[in-house]
């Protein structure tokens, strides 16, 4: 069972100034705890959070409103002292108050490495259906899926299979602990994004709200008539002239694999 702390404080939100009500967002730290500082964490996380706390270092929490909670969570990836603190869904300027505080925690009472990563949630209502091979390709095009070092040996690029990466070895590597795609589907206006993390990933606060800016522009971009978008036309055409100069099987491949991160039908 997990630890509940109910709530102490309100967190204001004022998104809808920026962004329209239907966005929602979310985050996950991944990072090591310096001995001895748990309860340090649990009592800053109670300064700052504007939900209810759950505390488990077992297990992922089971309560049906987690995704409602500000979570601190062993993380079976890390190991030993490794944890994840994941936020409540939440607007966009909550998430940019959530992103500053934690990272200030984990400086003080933690530590993160080439192991541990920082994860973004980014989604509208479920009526809304979104083009992900366009968010993807438009993101290549940013830089935003290589931006933070080489990332394969825990996040796949999903660009990297028309480079190096036959089908067998993507699904090799990605079925290893610790190993997932970079950028996954997860609704029909749900993308999870993997691509920030390393050493000392917590301290660039201001790179990471550059690129979240620019993976929201690009998102609501992908939630909109991508035929009247001049920009991706031009990405698009000159992805296609990738394809017709690749051999058939390697096109193919990539086929298939856009399709092992793509869920939705």
Same mark, same amino acid.
């Given at each position: 069972m997990s630890k509940r702390i109910k709530k102490k404080k309100v967190v204001p939100s004022k998104s809808n100034i920026i962004y329209p009500d239907n966005f929602r967002f979310g985050c996950e730290f991944e990072f090591y705890i310096n001995g001895g500082n748990y309860e340090n964490i649990i009592e800053e996380l109670q300064r700052v959070s504007g939900s209810d706390i759950l505390i488990n270092l077992d297990e992922i929490p089971k309560e049906t409103d987690r995704h409602h909670c500000l979570c601190l969570k062993y993380d079976s990836s890390l190991g030993g002292s490794g944890v994840e603190i994941s936020i409540p869904i939440c607007s966009y300027d909550t998430l940019c108050y959530?992103? $500053?505080? *934690? =990272?200030? *925690? @984990? %400086?003080?009472? $933690?530590?993160?490495?080439?192991?541990? $990563? #920082?994860? *973004?949630? @980014? =989604?509208?209502?479920?009526? *809304? %259906?979104? %083009?992900?091979?366009? #968010? @993807?390709?438009?993101?290549?095009?940013?830089?935003?899926?290589?931006?933070? $070092? %080489?990332?394969?040996?825990? =996040?796949l690029n999903p660009m990297e299979i028309l480079n190096f990466l036959n089908e067998k070895d993507a699904r090799e590597l990605k079925d290893q602990k610790g190993r997932v795609w970079s950028i996954e589907r997860r609704g029909k206006a749900h993308v999870e994004i993997r691509t920030i993390g390393g050493l000392f990933y917590h301290t660039q606060i201001e790179k990471i709200y550059q690129e979240l800016d620019t993976f929201i522009k690009i998102f609501k971009q992908s939630i909109s008539d991508m035929k009247k978008n001049d920009n991706y036309r031009v990405v698009l055409q000159k992805h296609l002239k990738v394809l017709n100069t690749t051999s058939q099987e390697k096109t193919k491949r990539f086929q298939n694999f856009i399709a092992t991160i793509n869920p939705i039908r």
């Open positions: 959530y992103i $500053g505080h *934690i =990272s200030y *925690i @984990i %400086d003080e009472y $933690g530590s993160t490495n080439e192991d541990t $990563g #920082f994860h *973004i949630h @980014i =989604s509208v209502n479920e009526e *809304i %259906d979104m %083009d992900f091979y366009a #968010f @993807i390709l438009l993101c290549h095009e940013k830089n935003l899926l290589n931006n933070w $070092g %080489d990332r394969n040996q825990y =996040s």
